[in-house]
């Protein structure tokens, strides 16, 4: 399993930056190749609520299923893949100087042999970019409600 992590600080409070990331529509527009992030529950956010997902890697395009396996408001979100590409991602979200620190861990797994080795050959060189994107576009975007 391979992890990404990354930390930001925007100044915006806690309470609105932990609402915009936990509003599913909002998920598209500021995450870096996904194209789509549509509830397959009634729930749409909490524990158990379920997303169906995909992402645009370069040329490939990957889709999972993911669900919320702890979610604490204006705290942590914390999704698992559990059909399809193996991907879980954490978000946390602290106050700091006034407004909030987002510290994101993305895990993602590949499968083996040589499908894997080709998928990492699209997916590392895609994941710093998709890293600095992504949180420019959330700061930009939460920047806006301050």
């Not at 996904?34 to 609520?49: H, I, Y």
Request: hydrophobic fraction near 40%; proline fraction near 3%.
């Amino acid at each position: 399993m391979a992890t990404i992590r990354h930390r930001s600080a925007v100044a915006v409070s806690r309470d609105r930056v932990f609402a915009y990331v936990n509003d599913y529509r909002n998920v598209p527009k500021f995450f870096f190749g996904v194209s789509r992030f549509e509830p397959v529950t009634d729930a749409t956010d909490g524990v158990g609520s379920r997303f169906a997902t995909t992402l645009k890697v370069g040329p490939k395009t990957l889709s999972s299923t993911v669900e919320t396996v702890e979610w604490v408001e204006n705290e942590v979100i914390r999704l698992e893949a559990v059909e399809g590409f193996s991907a879980n991602t954490t978000w946390r979200f602290t106050d700091k100087d006034g407004g909030t620190e987002v510290d994101v861990d993305f895990d993602y797994t590949l499968p083996g042999g040589f499908a894997g080795r080709a998928l990492g050959g699209i997916i590392e060189p895609f994941a710093g970019q998709a890293v600095r994107q992504t949180d420019k576009n959330l700061t930009e975007q939460v920047s806006r409600l301050a």
